[in-house]
């Protein structure tokens, strides 16, 4: 069993920064692939970023260069700095734990609204 907290979202105006923080409890944290989700109004969920316990990162085309996914496996956290913000950004973003042999062990946390606007 993983539990997870984010936290980190709020109001920022287009052109800022924000970093988002997943903090995980539970057992077995480093061996699960860590992933950023968002969901926009009126819009369904997306992946945004995703690292593996190798630290691989993965991300959706639109925040390729400006978001940047990290894992800190002592402190059982994973982060999202995002830059260079836009409108487009706003969403609730959700933190996910996959078990990368196991369907099934995949964890949410409650989600942090991300607004983005002047």
């Known amino acids: 069993q993983v539990q997870l907290v984010e936290s980190g979202g709020g109001l920022v105006q287009p052109g800022g920064s924000l970093r988002l923080s997943c903090a995980a409890s539970?057992?077995?944290?480093?061996?699960?692939?860590m992933g950023w989700y968002r969901q926009g109004p009126g819009k369904q969920r997306e992946l945004v970023a995703k690292i593996t316990r190798g630290d691989t990162p993965t991300y959706v085309d639109s925040v390729k260069g400006r978001f940047t996914i990290s894992r800190d496996n002592v402190k059982k956290t994973v982060y999202l700095q995002m830059n260079s913000l836009k409108p487009e950004d706003t969403a609730v973003y959700y933190c996910?734990?996959?078990?990368?042999?196991?369907?099934?062990?995949?964890?949410w946390g409650q989600g942090t609204q991300v607004t983005v606007s002047s």
């Open positions: 996910n734990a996959q078990h990368p042999m196991v369907t099934e062990l995949s964890y």
């Open positions: 539970g057992s077995s944290f480093s061996i699960y692939t």
